[in-house]
């Protein structure tokens, strides 16, 4: 079975601070990872995905992400938080190549102070 | 190109009523998903089907039934409404290409509220 956690539903930063977003999955096998945010009442986008290629990944607005095998982890950063990024973040993983659905953490909340 | 649609976007039920969510895609996806989002609890998958005509049961499929008659189409049915499925519900798509993964592209989103 394949599950996520991210710690901390909410986390707020000031502008222009470092963002740190924390997940840490559980696997049997390599798996892939992606972080996703939505906006309010919006849907789902993707920021960046690991498919077992380079372990630092880079995604859109600034976004980066390392996979850390040792440390079962996949924690997304940003070096400067903008107000822009003020949203809820899921990390997801999937192994199942079958169907080749996601597991969802139940989500981080962003409030970007001024 | 819309990517994925689903109607409608918001909805009110009474206890015990029925309704349909319709979800398509313009992608030409084989894959479609659909899950539901709870406060604290992410995104859970509650149906899925990998192409035209066949479906599968999620983790919660429980009071959900579900159709895929034609490609571009993922139909999530509730046949007799329950306070405990008031959430949001997302469908998604996705290539289904062997070998590694296929991006999921989601739509907006309904919201539904069952009282």
């Not at chain 1, 380079?54 to 997304?76: C, Q």
């Not at chain 2, 309704?19 to 998958?45: F, I, K, S, V």
Request: with cysteine; proline share 4%.
């Amino acid at each position: 079975a394949q599950s996520v956690t991210q710690l901390g539903s909410h986390v707020s930063v000031s502008e222009g601070a470092l963002v740190l977003l924390r997940c840490n999955y559980s696997s049997s096998v390599p798996p892939y990872l992606f972080w996703y945010v939505q906006y309010p009442n919006q849907g789902l986008q993707l920021l960046l995905k690991y498919t077992s290629a380079a372990t630092l990944v880079k995604g859109i607005n600034g976004f980066e992400a390392e996979f850390k095998k040792s440390e079962t982890s996949f924690h997304l950063t940003k070096p400067s938080a903008h107000m822009s990024d003020a949203a809820e973040y899921f990390c997801a993983v999937t192994m199942d190549t079958g169907r080749r659905a996601l597991t969802f953490g139940s989500g981080t909340r962003l409030q970007v102070q001024p | 190109n819309a990517g994925v649609t689903q109607t409608p976007k918001f909805r009110v039920l009474k206890t015990g009523q029925s309704m349909t969510l319709l979800c398509a895609q313009d992608m030409n996806h084989e894959y479609m998903y659909w899950y539901r989002q709870d406060p604290g609890m992410g995104l859970r998958l509650i149906h899925y089907s990998v192409g035209e005509g066949t479906t599968a049961k999620g983790e919660v499929p429980d009071g959900y039934n579900v159709s895929r008659l034609k490609k571009q189409n993922f139909l999530l049915g509730l046949e007799s409404a329950a306070p405990s499925q008031t959430s949001v519900y997302f469908c998604a798509s996705s290539k289904g290409l062997a070998g590694g993964y296929n991006e999921q592209f989601f739509g907006p989103g309904t919201r539904l509220t069952v009282l």
